[in-house]
């Protein structure tokens, strides 16, 4: 979720610390907090090129839109089978993947971070199968590669376009990255990649990022057995350090209100387009403006209560697999959730009443 400089808009590094943040830690932390966000900001450029190297010398591009799609759940048993994960431990260094210490059916490791990212990719698993009948990633099975340990104190969490890595974090400000939102969210972009893609600048940037939290936020509340009202809505939380004075990175229920400190500063999400921001920072606010959508998405899972990850996330799993547009607009998308929702329901159902009801309300009419 964190871009910065010669990024490939196709196919991204994507980190969970938007670059905002990093700056802000690097303008205001004391000197070991400061040295590690410029440090960290480096590291995410090189990632990012060495993406770019990879997409030139010729990776199969994603496919157009991959993955069956069921308007209602599908089991494993009715031709949807297992994960394969494959969790390596990166002992703190750069190389990836690392050490492979957990393979698919292999019991704990002992490792409580590893077994952690071994649980919580099966639980996305599980949401993209079971719920929408997507089988993996790519829709194909791919294995579900992820890497703990990456780096030493590292304050950050990425896909790079064909597996996960997650930091530890220094302690101070972030205590860790392991948390299923956050997991779910990184795991969310392969599925975006392989769908057809949203280029990663302006507002198709944005809304890759939306989707991606949509998703996380989802994979968290079926796991938990919580309803819309029951959920908090936060995007990472508890993975603030002990000393920050914030829940999460975000929040869905209430853009900009996900943390307030002195070192991280205010949260900038908007909700409503009247507040959209206008920037060229973090490849035209691609971790801001998608308060907005996300913002949607919640308000439409309110307004119809229930468990969200029923058929509001099918009708924007649905969106997803139709649109077509790697450019789209947040109007483009309030369209093709429309469509979706007509498709899954009826035209004139309640449901696309309080559809159009939650675009309305942040300020795109559909």
Not at 282 to 290: A, E
Request: hydrophobic share 40%.
């Amino acid at each position: 979720m964190c871009f910065l400089l010669h990024c490939s808009h196709h196919h991204p590094i994507t980190c969970i610390v938007p670059p905002y943040m990093l700056r802000v830690l690097a303008l205001r932390g004391d000197a070991k907090t400061a040295e590690m966000a410029r440090t960290l900001l480096k590291q995410t450029e090189k990632l990012r090129d060495e993406r770019d190297e990879l997409t030139r010398a010729g990776l199969p591009p994603a496919h157009p839109i991959s993955g069956a799609y069921a308007a209602t759940a599908v089991s494993p048993a009715e031709g949807l089978c297992c994960p394969d994960r494959r969790i390596h431990d990166g002992q703190f260094r750069a190389a990836l993947p690392g050490k492979l210490v957990r393979s698919e059916g292999d019991g704990p490791t002992g490792i409580p971070d590893a077994d952690t990212a071994y649980d919580a990719a099966g639980q996305v698993f599980s949401l993209f199968a079971e719920e929408y009948g997507r089988n993996s990633l790519d829709g194909e099975g791919m294995p579900l590669v992820a890497t703990v340990h990456h780096r030493r104190d590292y304050n950050n969490a990425f896909w790079n376009g064909t597996q996960m890595a997650y930091g530890t974090g220094d302690g101070k400000v972030f205590r860790t990255f392991l948390e299923l939102s956050v997991i779910g969210h990184e795991m969310a972009h392969g599925v975006i990649q392989h769908s057809g893609g949203l280029i990663y600048e302006n507002q198709s940037g944005a809304l890759n990022e939306s989707i991606a939290d949509v998703f996380g936020s989802l994979a968290l509340q079926r796991a938990l057995g919580q309803e819309v009202h029951q959920a908090d809505w936060l995007v990472g939380r508890g993975i603030l350090g002990p000393g920050i004075n914030g829940a999460a990175l975000r929040s869905m229920k209430a853009p900009g209100t996900a943390y307030s400190d002195d070192l991280l500063g205010q949260d900038p999400q908007p909700w409503h387009m009247d507040h959209f921001v206008a920037t060229s920072d973090d490849n035209g606010g691609v971790h801001i403006n998608s308060g907005i959508p996300n913002h949607a998405f919640y308000l439409f899972c309110a307004y119809l209560g229930g468990r969200a990850w029923e058929l509001p996330g099918r009708v924007w799993y649905r969106a997803l697999q139709t649109l077509n547009n790697p450019m789209a607009s947040f109007s483009d998308w309030a369209d093709q959730t429309m469509d979706a929702a007509i498709e899954l329901t009826s035209r004139g159902s309640i449901e696309t009443v309080m559809l159009r009801r939650a675009w309305k309300l942040v300020g795109i009419a559909i």
